[in-house]
């Protein structure tokens, strides 16, 4: 077990030369750490590639067991992990947060341990026999992103390993120490080298990682920008993809809802994480006839919802993980403001404080082509956009580049079941938005991603299928 102080005296540089990580809250240094060179990169993947067979040729029942030791060694430092994610990424103790993230990268390797890989019989009759099989691929290069950077790092390894691959895995600059601590807990109990953190800044180190010949797959969460230069990188040796890229996903409420009902879990739909979530509520169309009633009971709901420091108690919603985060909101709000739309929350921050700290925001009556609405805000400022007929509506739902997720609010199943089969999206929620479950399939469409992770689905997509014929 390890407390917070032990976990960082485990992962800082001790030579200062090092990238200082941040404090979101305060702008403290909370340590350094050493980004790779491209040399050392390519050291750690020829590790990873020489532990690999022998992880491969463990029997399935040890590899789970691994899986499920490095989650009792995550449970054991819970809180000391979750205290370094809350300083380093921002996100408050409480609420859907830092302790919730530590919760859930111990559910995902749990369930990812216990999902049965049966062998498929694809033909078995008098012309022959057809088996698949699923093989390890090798080493797969994982690279995460900012916003949930403990749980989706295990999202890439606890698949990848269970199917006999080994990882070698990039953290997103900024939470670098937070990824770094998680993998010092796993590798308390995995085996050597099965489980390599790289450190990097600036692409240099992830795209070495896509390019490298050792690795076999990449298992990609971070912006769509990234994504097609991951794309290109993946050419020279048809490395394979899985890719989770931005998502700007629209909620549409039909008129039939009681708003009172909805309003709290529209606004954790898209507040959570203080709107740094990839399939957050982005948009909010609501119909003409409840417009008004909706706004007003989701301003009484954000109004009471406190935002601070993250290692306070009492907050659930904390400041954005970075000062170019930051700066991204603001000006889509401006842009907003200056358009003519309505602040009606929030819309006002204090650009001088310490911390990146940016109002719990909503703007209402906006012109449904304003940049807060098509672009992807990635923050705590949601538009509301009002609508009278459902097939412009739908249209504007389907108009972007992305399709990550969506969801329908109505109280008329069969009604929602209707408008949600009309929506290019991975996943439609009824009456709630982004919830994830480990054994439920989660991707993208259009550029938002391909492939998918979670449950057997994402097992089979770390795996090279084989068939055997005979
Ligand atoms: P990002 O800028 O794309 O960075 C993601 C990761 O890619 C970081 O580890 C980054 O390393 C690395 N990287 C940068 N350039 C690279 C290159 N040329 N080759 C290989 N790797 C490279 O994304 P972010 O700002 O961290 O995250 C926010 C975005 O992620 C949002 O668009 C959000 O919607 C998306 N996201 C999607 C999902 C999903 O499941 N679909 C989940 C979460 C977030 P450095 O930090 O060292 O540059
Ligand atoms: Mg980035």
């Not at 050597?192 to 450190?199: G, Q, T």
């Not at 896509?210 to 020279?236: D, H, L």
């Not at 985060?325 to 650009?351: C, H, M, N, W, Y």
Request: glycine residues 10%; negative net charge.
């Amino acid at each position: 077990m390890f407390t917070s102080s032990h976990l960082l005296d485990l992962v800082v540089d001790e030579t200062g030369r090092g990238i200082a990580s941040l404090d979101p809250a305060t702008g403290e240094t909370i340590g350094s750490f050493r980004p790779m060179t491209v040399a050392e990169l390519h050291e750690s993947v020829d590790r990873a590639a020489q532990a690999q067979p022998a992880w491969a040729s463990l029997s399935d029942a040890e590899r789970r067991r691994f899986l499920h030791r490095a989650a009792d060694a995550i449970e054991e430092s819970a809180e000391a992990l979750a205290e370094l994610l809350s300083r380093e990424q921002g996100k408050p103790l409480n609420g859907p947060n830092a302790r919730f993230e530590v919760g859930g990268c111990v559910a995902w390797l749990r369930a990812t341990a216990e999902t049965e890989i049966p062998v498929e019989v694809i033909v078995d009759d008098e012309t022959g026999r057809a088996e698949m099989h699923y093989r390890p691929l090798g080493v797969v290069g994982a690279i995460s992103p900012w916003n949930w950077p403990m749980m989706i790092s295990i999202w890439q390894i606890a698949p990848s390993l269970r199917m006999g691959n080994t990882v070698v895995l990039k953290p997103a600059e900024t939470t670098t120490l937070s990824v770094l601590a998680l993998v010092a807990v796993m590798n308390t109990v995995l085996p050597e080298d099965v489980l390599i953190a790289v450190p990097g800044s600036g692409g240099t180190v992830g795209d070495a990682l896509v390019r490298s010949p050792k690795v076999s797959k990449v298992m990609f969460t971070g912006s769509t920008a990234v994504g097609k230069k991951i794309i290109e990188a993946s050419a020279a040796n048809v490395t394979r993809l899985t890719l989770e890229l931005g998502g700007n996903d629209a909620g549409i409420v039909l008129p039939d809802v009681d708003p009172a009902v909805i309003a709290e879990d529209l606004f954790w739909g898209a507040f959570i994480n203080t709107g740094q979530t990839c399939a957050a509520l982005k948009r909010l169309y609501v119909h003409d006839d409840i417009y008004d009633r909706v706004v007003d009971e989701l301003t009484k709901v954000a109004a009471a919802v406190p935002m601070g420091r993250g290692l306070d108690e009492a907050n659930v919603l904390g400041p954005l993980q970075n000062r170019a985060q930051f700066t991204i909101v603001d000006e889509l709000v401006e842009a907003a403001k200056a358009s003519g739309a309505r602040v009606v929350l929030g819309g006002d921050p204090d650009r001088d404080a310490v911390g990146n700290f940016y109002p719990t925001t909503l703007i209402a009556d906006i012109d449904p082509r304003e940049r807060l609405v098509v672009e992807e805000q990635f923050g705590p400022a949601l538009p509301i956009i009002r609508y009278t007929d459902l097939d412009d509506v739908i249209g504007l739902a389907n108009a972007l580049e992305y399709g990550l997720g969506a969801s329908v609010w109505s109280p008329d199943r069969s009604r929602a079941l209707e408008v949600a089969a009309r929506l290019t999206a991975g996943t439609v929620w009824i009456n709630s938005h982004g919830g994830l479950h480990p054994l439920v399939p989660f991707g993208g469409a259009k550029q938002s991603g391909y492939g998918r992770e979670f449950g057997l689905e994402g097992l089979k997509a770390v795996a090279e299928p084989q068939v055997i014929s005979g």
